[in-house]
């Protein structure tokens, strides 16, 4: 949705803070509340109060101060923000991977993306704010619960229905077909499972010089995933890493790095897709004796239960906790 010829979203991070903008307050002590304005609402604490009048028409950067003299910045929250606090279903891709995959995918405006594994919306709105309103992210989830939390979330943040989005339940090998032709996407994301089971159908939907980018959790996946590009043929030699930020805390002369850290979220493989009918150069190092198990047949092992969703640290989310999440983003089911 776009606002006076305004890129979708643009007109919710101007002016002066508005009913049901959401804005972050940050106290003396540097601890952060998300509360959304409302006419007549207030922010509680067991330490007094204040209303949220106060700031309705305010200046974003503003300080309110509540009925014990405590005093609040208050700003709109960036993406990294809203993300980490905003409902959720699935686990969200942290702000850290979404930025690289933004990156090292070449995400760029205009271009058609497609996304397999949506979760709670968080990398989805960092790829809408590189496609632009100009560009094309169809979105694909297998769950309609997650799906309705991810649309409330991306729908928040943007302020209405984003024009370059189209979000689709169901499996990534069901629906690609019918909403891509052939060589026809630049990018396809996954953050899946096990996204190997789905090279195929990004090969073919993926146009020449495309690129396949993968977010997988454990070395299993990622080890996994790796050969089976390998073994396809129509990619690139995949590429892998991860990163770990390290915040510090900065206090006079007192400058070291903060005691706690996030040491990993998570692997992200990249490969491009090949030419028809052209091979990939041969691999010309030697793997080290070992780096491919067998089982006792000769044959690759392939044990079903090692890529079990337990067995890949998927967290099972309750029922309740999804009715919240979807409760607080205003998307409750109909029934």
Do not use: C
């Not at 509360?35 to 067991?46: D, N, S, Y």
């Not at 040491?263 to 004796?289: C, I, N, Y």
């Not at 392939?302 to 029922?319: F, I, K, N, T, Y």
């Amino acid at each position: 949705m776009t606002t006076d010829s305004q890129p979708a979203g643009a007109a919710q991070r101007r002016g002066p803070f508005r009913t049901g903008d959401r804005v972050q307050l940050t106290d003396p002590r540097g601890r952060l509340h998300t509360i959304t304005l409302a006419p007549g609402g207030t922010f509680h604490t067991h330490r007094g109060y204040f209303t949220h009048d106060d700031l309705i028409g305010a200046p974003e950067g503003s300080v309110v101060r509540n009925t014990a003299g405590i005093e609040y910045l208050a700003v709109r929250p960036l993406l990294a923000d809203y993300v980490l606090s905003m409902p959720r279903g699935a686990a969200v891709v942290y702000p850290k991977d979404a930025g690289q995959i933004v990156a090292m995918a070449d995400i760029y405006p205009g271009a058609r993306v497609i996304e397999a594994g949506v979760g709670s919306g968080a990398l989805t709105m960092s790829l809408l704010r590189a496609v632009g309103d100009g560009g094309s992210l169809h979105s694909i989830e297998r769950r309609e619960d997650f799906a309705a939390i991810a649309r409330g979330n991306v729908e928040g943040f943007f302020g209405g229905p984003h024009p370059a989005w189209t979000l689709s339940v169901g499996d990534l090998a069901d629906v690609l077909p019918v909403v891509a032709e052939p060589g026809s996407v630049d990018r396809v994301v996954l953050d899946m499972l096990a996204p190997w089971e789905n090279l195929d159908v990004a090969a073919q939907a993926l146009a020449p010089g495309g690129v396949l980018i993968a977010y997988v959790a454990t070395t299993t996946q990622l080890s996994r995933l790796a050969e089976d590009v390998r073994t396809d043929g129509r990619y690139t030699e995949p590429e892998a890493w991860e990163s770990m930020v390290r915040g510090w805390h900065l206090e006079g002369l007192a400058v070291r790095p903060q005691h706690r850290m996030i040491g990993h979220t998570g692997f992200l493989l990249t490969t491009r897709r090949l030419a028809d009918g052209v091979e990939a150069p041969l691999r010309r190092r030697r793997p080290a004796k070992g780096a491919y198990p067998v089982g006792e047949d000769g044959a690759p092992a392939a044990d079903p239960e090692l890529w079990s969703p337990e067995a890949m640290g998927e967290r099972a989310v309750s029922d309740k906790k999804l009715r919240r999440a979807r409760r607080d983003v205003g998307q409750a089911p109909t029934d």
